[in-house]
């Protein structure tokens, strides 16, 4: 026992550096977290304690930590994520003197989301094919949604499931604003022949396109670029009739024990120093701010046909839930 | 009921529904060595534990040179007790186990040692300090087990069974020494057995236990020639029970009839009627005038035994060396002799 | 009249030091002993905050330990104090007062506090300590204290870490979801068709997760424990040469992380896989991706759980005596006869017994379904993604637990049932003359049929699986490179001296801390309490016993989200902390510490500890000196196997991590999740190296028992 009193005591914090302290989840890849937590610890002096986490762990922690916070900021993952903390009035809204340099999409989600979260990236989904394998079974490459169901694709297509998987949702809400809501759900009815398994990550049907394990993938376009560079066989194509895209996010909690520390990290990211962190550590994200560097192997925003996203919208808790079971009726539950 | 080393006051135990042991009173005098003799499952090893303080009385004092111990934990208690397996920490040395009892009581390691070696020697075990248990013999170990008991100075020693482990030769020696040694140290000795031979060989007294009560205390002459019931006389040694007839009692002499024989033996409280009579088997005398066949004869070498069927059930009968031979099937008669026969006292039956 | 007593009783002033001298709180920045008595509230002592900062919540307990002072022995003052201090955690939260009718009661309060701190759990166990020591002086535990003490703790630690979370997460289940009742809630959620649906037995279809989890289970239990009965048959009952090395292969899946069986399997038998491009190549064949899905995730279960089934079984087979066989051979019966009909029939409560084992692991394993599931869904990965996933529900997440639950606990009692009746296996302790007889031939072609091939695969698929560590991109660049390790493990000399660079130091250093001060506690922990069961007998002790082998039935999924939602407030404000990881681990691994302590006490000869007890030792002395120095072969396992789990286990610890206490098992799903598979594997490697030096360290550390010759009970 006294054992664990010991150590109590032992593991209790270090005492604080002077300028405080920020406790940050991030969403990205570490490696890009790494940078970020580092740069701003030694532009600032302030003391970063940042984990990984994915998205749904980083919403569920904030969640469950509402009555008593501990994360101060939440760095990256999907507005609709943000939307749903806003939503529970998870967020602290706070505008930062440095928005004026944001580009649109960013300053749109800032204003939808009345000032509770700002984009400081985006990607768009794109579908993703793996070049030898469609070479070998002579399958043609897709150029858009409707050439998805093609026989010529039959098993050879990875989907993530909406029901845990953000991206999954993306693309679902995606189509439902390209059509609308019954052509879309007829159009996943067809695609369902198509579909060799329904992932329950998201990332994980680029994965599998990338070893081969499957054809195709329909996926975030910096994820897929990302293994490009590792040198996996994949490439992607937009599809024609328009896509979905992602605005990553960046909030301060409710609460947070160190606001003022979360401001400055808030004001910091949104520079272009902060946002070239990024394209250093090889992300592919859009950067949201005019004067950062763009990616060169990421088409600009503006050159894609995007489909008109309605974050608010679809972040919406019901609007989701709606959405969720009428694919559960009507694609998840169909016989393959 | 104050003055002894051990009293026990209304002392039972029971396990839930179960009763253990019959609340019970019991005094043990200081330089006495009294024996708790009963069947397994009498509980005589339970009223040990309960003096021990490995379990604790459900009802009842215990007092300890008149300190009440009832609710001390075992090692609060100045008591030490004899294992049946030894129960020798088979991790250490010889040494170490007679000291530890030393050293849990605050001695310091070196002056424990100094004595667990003397104690040795009181054993006659000098020199075995530092061997490991495991490479002592059965008779050694039990040596060991009693000095680590001894080296405590306890107001009372007990021992539960310790020479169950030991062939017959080495237990007839050690049960010799363990009353030597209490003697010649002036040892207040609480001993738990189920050989009467054993009791009877180092008791000042003997507590016969049945069923969880007391049936019978006494000195070992006591319990031998007075038994309070049959179960005591049997237990006490051979014993033929019969039925028999009292005739008349006059001046506490009772006439006792037992088929054609005559008895005039110590009523103890028994009036005309039937009764039980206990005789002992080398108390029956082969050519009397009561008739019975022989159904087995035994040759013993210092003895011979026949197993008589006779009107009042089999008898059995030893007769010492010398004595003409019967064999088996051939009709003897025989009868008592009435110093190895006594009557069990009616009240005291009862009382049971 | 006070009696009062020099010294006083320790537990007296562990609860003064508590209230008087130590930070009352968990401290929420730096921790310091000067700031006991200083201007911020919440880093002082109780005494102070009562007294300076106007935290009037405080007197009670300070006044019990007054009372107590004046009277150590007695009973009153000790409750009083403890139900002080638990009085004073519930009513003060973060927000105020915690209940409406409080703030009725005392007008509204303009201040909150933190968890409890070093002085909370001092002052909390001292009156623990002097409640119980009041209550031996009364007679119970038989007038002993020092059990009395190991029972109040081992009972207040189960109902804080075990109990409390359980129940918390129950109450979750009927969590009113926005236009329902509660009760539609909880009803909606428990007949939810995804958890029931039977759809797939008429069409080709998935099935509620409930029947797709109980198929596996049931599945891999039985693959597994045939395929451990087969090596367990060949290693006791076969002249098999290289049965040594069975064995130890036997033990490399206990000591790996997840993961890596199941990228074995796909780099083997994926669609990319090798057998599939060999197929393709020879015969034109096209095998598919069949590995996704339940097939993959038998397949990888059974690799994983034929060797817990395998150890089950080993002791089972063994445990047989020759002597039966022989009997029965005598008695004109073949070898097959034999065999059949007098050796299989008294392995049979063993077999279930190594069947139910392996259900109840498949049950709760997390990384192989998570990994190759694809569309297959079960519970544990169902109740991962009802918490992270984009439904966000823990509603649902609790009421799946609670299914999960249920069903464990279900085959737990079935265990403990068939155990209980084993009692028939001819294990005698008189040496048995014969030899263990020679499997009959068919039986011992048919056990090498199933057992070599499926042992050279197992080779095949962690070679492969570790291969990964060391080329440039898994499964596509096979340059062979140590580029991995440099990530994870660089080291770099500079000016202020080495620099652990490496990516995967920093969580290293986190896993191989918590896991090396969790082992012990969890060792010390469990020994005790199987001391107290098997060898004191008090009220309770049976609800005790359940209460501990509870733990072992809640799989790490239910556990790491019940924590979550139980020690993130108030009085216990634990997340983000070492020592939320540290209860994880102590608790769910405390059951084997128990089964490993209870198993060695059993051969252990109740008289010895009665012995020293007469000789004056106190319980302490006894269980120091006696009782641990005989252990330590159950000391030995009871550490290897709490350290071995906390460095591997990953469903718990998974929502427990934080930026400062990261675990390697997260550290590697994150880079599996990101296909960053190489430095994952890399990882993995170095942390089997790591264990296998660990289970040799503590061998070395706790030493040999020295019996001298007759040293033959077996551990």
């Not at chain 2, 075990?125 to 080296?151: I, K």
Request: with cysteine.
């Amino acid at each position: 026992m006294t054992r664990l009193l010991l150590l109590l005591a032992l593991l209790a914090p270090l005492p604080a550096a002077a300028q405080g302290t920020l406790n940050m989840l991030c969403a990205p890849a570490a490696d890009w977290c790494e940078a970020i937590a580092a740069a701003f610890q030694r532009d600032t002096g302030v003391r970063v304690s940042m984990a990984r986490k994915s998205t749904g762990e980083i919403l569920a922690q904030v969640r469950a930590e509402a009555a008593n916070p501990r994360t101060d900021v939440w760095f990256g993952g999907s507005a609709e994520a943000h939307f749903t903390a806003a939503e529970q009035n998870l967020l602290q809204a706070y505008t930062s003197p440095n928005m004026a340099q944001l580009p649109p999409w960013a300053q749109r989600v800032h204003a939808q989301s009345q000032g509770r979260c700002v984009g400081v990236s985006s990607g768009a989904i794109a579908i993703v094919y793996n070049r030898e394998v469609l070479a070998r079974r002579n399958i043609p490459v897709p150029q858009s949604w409707a050439e998805l169901l093609l026989p010529a694709y039959r098993g050879e297509i990875q989907l993530p499931n909406p029901n845990s998987s953000g991206t999954a949702y993306t693309i679902i809400a995606g189509l439902v604003q390209l059509w609308d809501e019954d052509r879309a759900f007829a159009y996943l009815r067809q695609l369902h022949r198509n579909v060799n398994a329904y992932t329950r990550s998201g990332a994980a049907p680029v994965q599998a396109a990338a070893r081969g394990e499957t054809g195709l993938s329909v996926s975030f376009n910096m994820e897929t670029e990302s293994l490009v560079q590792q040198g996996f066989p994949l490439a992607m194509t937009y599809p024609t009739e328009g896509t979905s895209y992602e605005v990553a996010c960046l909030s301060i909690i409710r609460g947070a024990r160190n606001q003022a520390q979360a401001r400055r990290f808030y004001d910091w990211y949104l520079t272009p120093a902060a946002m070239d962190i990024g394209l250093a550590s090889n992300q592919y994200h859009v950067p949201a701010h005019v004067g950062a560097k763009a990616d060169p192997r990421i088409p600009d925003m503006t050159k894609l046909r995007l489909i008109d996203y309605d974050i608010a919208a679809y972040g919406d808790a019901a609007r989701r839930r709606q959405i969720l079971e009428r694919w559960d009726r009507e694609v998840g539950s169909q016989p393959r | 009921m104050s003055g002894g080393a051990l009293t026990l006051e209304g002392v039972g135990k029971r396990y839930g529904v179960v009763r253990a042991l019959k609340p019970l009173d019991l005094v043990v005098q200081p330089g006495t060595l009294v024996t708790l003799l009963g069947p397994s499952g009498c509980g005589k090893t339970t009223l040990l534990r309960l003096v021990a303080g490995l379990e604790t009385a459900t009802e009842g004092r215990i007092l300890l040179g008149g300190q009440d111990v009832t609710q001390l934990a075992a090692g609060e208690r100045n008591v030490s007790m004899v294992f049946q397996s030894y129960a020798l920490f088979p991790h250490l040395n010889v040494l170490d186990n007679v000291a530890y009892g030393l050293v849990s009581s605050g001695v310091k390691r070196a002056e424990a040692r100094l004595r667990a070696e003397a104690t040795l020697g009181t054993v006659g075990l000098a020199g075995y300090g530092a061997r490991l248990p495991s490479e002592l013999s059965g008779g050694q170990q039990q040596r060991v087990a009693v000095a680590r008991a001894l080296v405590l100075e306890p107001e009372l020693l007990l021992f539960d069974e310790p020479l169950s482990n030991l062939d017959t030769r080495l237990r007839r020696s050690m049960r010799e020494e363990i009353r030597a040694l209490q003697q010649r140290l002036g040892l207040t000795v609480l001993y738990v057995t189920h050989d009467q031979a054993e009791a009877m060989a180092i008791s000042d007294r003997i507590v016969v236990l049945r069923d969880g009560a007391i049936a019978q205390a006494g000195t070992p002459r006591e319990l031998y020639e007075q038994p309070a019931s049959v179960f005591v006389a049997g237990f006490m040694g051979e014993a033929n029970a019969v039925r028999a007839r009292v005739l008349a009692v006059a001046a506490g002499q009772a006439e006792v009839a037992l088929g054609a024989l005559r008895l005039t033996l110590p009523a103890r409280g028994c009036g005309p009627g039937e009764a039980d009579l206990v005789v002992r088997p080398e108390a029956i005398r082969l050519g009397g005038a009561e008739p019975a066949t022989v159904t087995r004869a035994t040759y013993m070498g210092s003895h011979a035994e026949y197993v008589l069927a006779t009107a009042h059930g089999p008898l059995l009968a030893m007769l010492p060396g010398g004595g003409e031979p019967h064999a088996a099937g051939s009709a003897v008669g025989f009868d008592i002799d009435p110093a190895g026969a006594v009557l069990i006292g009616q009240e005291k039956e009862e009382e049971r | 009249m006070p009696r009062l007593s020099w010294p006083p009783p320790w537990p007296l002033l562990l609860a003064a030091a508590g209230l008087l001298l130590l930070p009352w709180h968990y401290p929420q920045d730096g921790f310091a002993l000067v700031s006991v008595w200083g201007e911020d509230a919440d880093a002082t002592s109780a005494l102070a905050q009562a007294a300076r900062h106007g935290r009037f919540w405080f007197w009670p307990a300070l006044a019990a330990l007054a009372l107590c002072a004046a009277w150590p022995r007695a009973l009153a003052p000790a409750v009083l104090g403890l139900a002080a201090v638990l009085a004073q955690a519930l009513a003060v939260g973060v927000q105020g007062w915690s209940a409406p009718w409080l703030e009725a009661l005392f007008g509204a309060l303009d201040d909150r506090q933190f968890g409890i701190g070093l002085g909370g759990a001092c002052t909390t166990l001292g009156f623990l300590w002097l409640t119980t020591g009041a209550l031996a002086r009364r007679g119970a535990f038989r007038g002993d204290r020092f059990v009395a003490g190991g029972v109040g703790l081992l009972a207040l630690l189960i109902l804080l870490f075990t109990a409390w979370p359980v129940l918390r997460l129950l109450a979750e289940m009927a969590a009113p979801r926005e236009g329902f009742t509660a009760w539609a809630s909880l009803a909606e959620r428990l007949l939810d068709r995804k958890l029931l649906s039977l759809a797939c037995v008429v069409q080709p279809v998935g099935c509620g997760v409930l029947w797709n989890t109980l198929l596996l289970a049931a599945c891999s239990a039985t693959g597994a424990t045939l395929l451990g009965l087969c090596f367990a048959l060949l290693v006791t009952r076969t002249g098999l040469p290289g049965r040594r090395a069975l064995r130890m292969l036997t033990v490399l899946p206990l000591i790996t992380p997840p993961f890596v069986i199941g990228l074995g399997l796909i780099l083997l038998f994926g669609r990319a896989g090798l057998v599939n491009q060999a197929a393709e190549a020879l015969f034109g064949w096209e095998l598919g991706r069949w590995i996704y899905g339940f097939d993959g995730v038998f397949l990888a279960q059974v690799f994983a759980f034929t060797p817990t089934a395998f150890l089950v079984l080993i002791g089972v087979v063994e445990g047989i005596s020759p002597a039966m066989e022989e009997a029965a051979t005598m008695l004109r019966a073949t070898r097959m006869r034999a065999f059949t009909s007098v050796a299989l029939p008294l392995m049979l409560p063993g077999i279930a017994n190594a069947w139910l084992v392996a259900f109840v692991e498949s049950l709760t394993d997390f990384g192989n379904p998570v990994v190759l599931g694809g569309s297959f869904g079960v519970l544990s990965t169902e109740i991962f993604f009802a918490v992270v996933g984009a439904q966000q529900e823990f509603g649902r997440a609790a009421v799946l637990a609670s299914v999960m639950l249920v069903v464990a606990l279900g085959a737990f009692a079935l265990q403990r049932r068939v155990v209980a009746r084993r009692s028939y296996v001819s294990l005698t302790g008189k040496g048995d003359a014969g030899l263990p007889p020679q499997l009959p031939a068919p039986v011992r072609r048919a056990a090498m049929a199933v057992a070599l091939p499926w042992a050279g695969l197992t080779v095949i698929v962690y070679a492969m699986a570790l291969a990964g560590a060391f080329v440039k991109v898994w499964g596509r660049d096979w340059t062979p490179t140590l580029e991995h390790f440099r990530r994870a493990f660089a080291l770099e000399w500079s000016a202020g001296g080495l620099i652990f660079s490496g990516g995967a130091w920093h969580s290293l250093g986190t896993t191989l801390l918590l896991a090396g001060i969790a082992a012990p506690i969890t060792a010390a922990m469990g020994l005790l309490a199987a001391w107290l069961l098997a060898r004191q007998d008090f009220r309770g002790r049976t609800l005790l016993e359940f209460a501990l082998m509870l733990t072992f039935a809640v799989p790490g999924t239910v556990m790491g989200v019940a924590y979550i939602l139980t020690f993130n407030l108030p009085p216990l404000e634990l997340t983000g902390t070492a020592v939320i990881l540290l209860a994880c681990f102590v608790f769910r691994n405390l059951p084997v510490g128990v089964r490993s302590g209870l198993a060695a006490m059993s051969q252990l000869d109740r008289s010895l500890d009665e012995a020293a007890l007469t000789l004056r030792a106190s319980s302490f002395r006894v269980l120091r000196t006696v009782v641990l120095p005989l252990l330590k072969p159950a000391i030995v396992t009871a550490l290897v196997y709490a350290f071995v789990r906390a460095v591997t286990t990953v469903s718990a610890v998974i929502f427990l991590v934080s930026a400062e206490y990261e675990m390697a098992t997260v550290f590697i799903i994150n880079r599996v999740i990101n296909g960053d598979y190489g430095v994952a594997i890399a990882y993995c490697a170095v942390l089997i190296l790591l264990m296998v030096g660990a289970v040799g360290l503590i061998q070395l550390l706790v030493g040999q028992r020295r019996l001298g010759r007759r040293a033959a009970v077996p551990a």
